[in-house]
């Protein structure tokens, strides 16, 4: 390089500075910015021809808060109460267990909840409405337990007033949790909050 053009380049630099931009000495891409997680709303997927069933709602992981995402459920038709709450149950578990759908992943969805996990009814001595999964809810982490208990409390397999029943296999007694909008917001820090079942 010649003597002039070593003059040239603090010219250059200041001349770039000067129009706010800044020097690099990496290569710079030009192509459009990655995309961000959304957390919006994914579009459903198209339903197979034929295919029926009780529409729920689940609750996802989003960036460090849950959204709900529509899915559908199929439960017998006849099933006694009982029955069709855990019926009901089952499948939201199952839901919240499977890989959301590639648009869903782009749109930054996720889930805590693993597969494999069966949801039973109450045992002798547990209140009517108890719904007994076949892990210790202590056991989950804390963004899946929050998933479990927004999906169950806010569906037909709970009394609807935004709590539930839970327990797990073992002899503990079950506990009565809560969906709060803390938990709603912060599942991974916030734990739904639970308290003993106070029998009337």
Do not use: W
């Amino acid at each position: 390089m010649n003597v002039r053009g070593l003059f040239a380049l603090p010219l250059l630099a200041g001349v770039l500075a000067g129009c706010g931009i800044r020097a690099t000495q990496v290569p710079t891409d030009f192509g459009p910015a990655p995309s961000q997680a959304r957390c919006s709303p994914a579009e459903p997927d198209a339903t197979e021809p034929g295919a029926h069933g009780m529409a729920v709602q689940v609750f996802l992981l989003c960036g460090s808060s849950m959204v709900t995402v529509d899915r559908t459920v199929r439960v017998r038709e006849g099933a006694a109460d009982f029955e069709r709450r855990v019926l009901v149950a089952q499948g939201l578990l199952d839901e919240l267990a499977a890989t959301p759908s590639p648009a869903e992943k782009e749109a930054g969805y996720s889930t805590d909840v693993r597969d494999g996990m069966r949801v039973s009814g109450p045992r002798a001595g547990d209140p009517d409405d108890t719904l007994r999964i076949s892990a210790s809810p202590g056991d989950l982490t804390s963004y899946a337990l929050a998933q479990i208990i927004c999906t169950f409390s806010d569906s037909a397999a709970a009394g609807g007033d935004g709590s539930v029943i839970l327990g797990g296999p073992g002899a503990e007694r079950p506990r009565r949790y809560e969906c709060t909008t803390e938990v709603r917001v912060r599942p991974g820090s916030a734990e739904p909050p639970s308290g003993e079942v106070v029998e009337d």
